[in-house]
């Protein structure tokens, strides 16, 4: 499924004297099946975006296209969404909850209301998805490591087939190695099952290498979007959101800068 918002503004509390505005006149289009990013420093807007890309917020004005499904201010009934967004929230492993790590992991599949063994077998993939042992399954998800506990709660909405994946932060808190391995298995699985992907998240170096197209967040406006080539190309302006351009173009911003000085030859004069 792809995505598409025109002018989309939210205000929380609208019409009290609390009244703040969270997202202001956001345009985005995702293809179906790409992976993207969204950046942003916090406060920035990226949370209530996502939340109405998954249906559970309204915006105030303007509208959203999630495949076949319109939302807007008036939109009533968006169970056609149901299961086809999956969210993976910020520290998801507090939301487990069952005994037993299938349990949790079949918990959101059988509220879509499926089959028994289509539920068995959906929990068994998700596993595999997400790269844990079957040995795992009938153990309580609050005796695994935090790693794991992380991989239970994404294997739960990856279970779902979610057509479009939100993760908001998946990796925080994960060991590097860890992270890393998380997100080249929703990578491959993007690209196995032409799943849409947005990635929302502070760090530059993440988002940059997965994602083909990067959405830039800054009070509440979308304020840059395009390739992360394109997007690097404004790093006085990432820099005034507090973004930081990613470790590896810093190198290559920083030798770009040497070789524009002309070389000063007395550099190189031995000293006497
Ligand atoms: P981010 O995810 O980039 O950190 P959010 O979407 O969470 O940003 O927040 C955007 C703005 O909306 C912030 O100023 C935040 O304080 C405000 N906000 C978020 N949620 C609520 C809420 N439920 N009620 C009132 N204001 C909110």
Same mark, same amino acid.
């Given at each position: ?54 249906? *559970?917020? @309204?915006?105030? !004005? ?6 076949? %499904? $319109? +939302?807007? &201010? ?108 998380? *997100?080249? @298995?929703?990578? !491959? ?6 799943? %849409? $992907? +947005?990635? &929302? ?72």
């Amino acid at each position: 499924m792809g995505i598409v918002a025109i002018n989309v503004s939210h205000v929380y509390l609208t019409g009290t004297p609390y009244a703040k505005p969270a997202l202001t006149e956001v345009n985005l289009t995702v293809p179906t099946g790409a992976f993207v990013g969204v950046i942003g420093p916090t406060g920035s807007g990226k949370s209530t975006l996502i939340q109405h890309i998954a249906g *559970l917020l @309204r915006p105030t !004005s303007g509208t959203l296209r999630i495949g076949d %499904t $319109v +939302i807007d &201010v008036d939109s009533k009934d968006l169970s056609s969404l149901r299961g086809r967004v999956g969210v993976v929230f910020q520290y998801p492993e507090h939301q487990l909850f069952e005994e037993t790590v299938i349990k949790d992991i079949a918990y959101g599949p059988r509220n879509l209301g499926l089959a028994e063994d289509e539920i068995e077998q959906r929990v068994t993939t998700a596993l595999e998805w997400v790269g844990l042992s079957p040995e795992l399954a009938q153990r309580s998800p609050f005796q695994l490591s935090g790693g794991q506990m992380r991989r239970v709660a994404i294997a739960g909405v990856l279970a779902m087939h979610p057509e479009i994946l939100i993760l908001d932060e998946p990796t925080a808190g994960l060991d590097p190695a860890g992270q890393r391995e998380l *997100l080249d @298995r929703i990578y !491959s699985l993007h690209r196995q099952r032409n799943m %849409t $992907v +947005i990635l &929302v998240s502070h760090s530059m170096e993440d988002v940059s290498r997965y994602a083909e197209r990067l959405f830039v967040m800054a009070g509440g406006r979308m304020v840059l979007s395009g390739s992360p080539q394109e997007v690097f190309q404004h790093p006085d302006r990432l820099r005034e959101w507090g973004l930081e351009l990613p470790e590896t173009i810093r190198l290559m911003e920083r030798i770009n800068q040497e070789l524009a000085v002309p070389l000063k030859l007395d550099r190189f004069t031995p000293e006497a």
